[in-house]
């Protein structure tokens, strides 16, 4: 049974779906569609990718600590509200 990490997956596919473009003094942007807010700017496109990638993790960090509403992305909702298990269940 493969291991499912629903955050991870979630951060995932949210960058697979990023858009970047080049701007004219050479450096990039890059920004997710699905999460208004979600901006980065590098001067390499690497460096773009991995600040992207760390601001997409703050903004869902901050959005489950506030109670934001969070977009829906392929079936994984953030906004449930966790269930509890017994600590006999571990």
Not at 20 to 47: H, M, N, W
């Amino acid at each position: 049974m493969a291991v499912r990490f629903i955050l991870t997956d979630y951060v995932n596919w949210l960058l697979a779906h990023a858009v970047y473009d080049k701007l004219d003094d050479g450096s990039y942007t890059g920004r997710i569609p699905q999460c208004k807010g979600v901006i980065a700017f590098g001067t390499t496109l690497r460096e773009c990718e991995d600040e992207l990638h760390s601001t997409l993790e703050d903004w869902i960090l901050l959005g489950l600590k506030l109670g934001h509403p969070l977009p829906v992305i392929a079936d994984i909702n953030l906004n449930k509200e966790p269930a509890y298990e017994p600590v006999e269940a571990v």
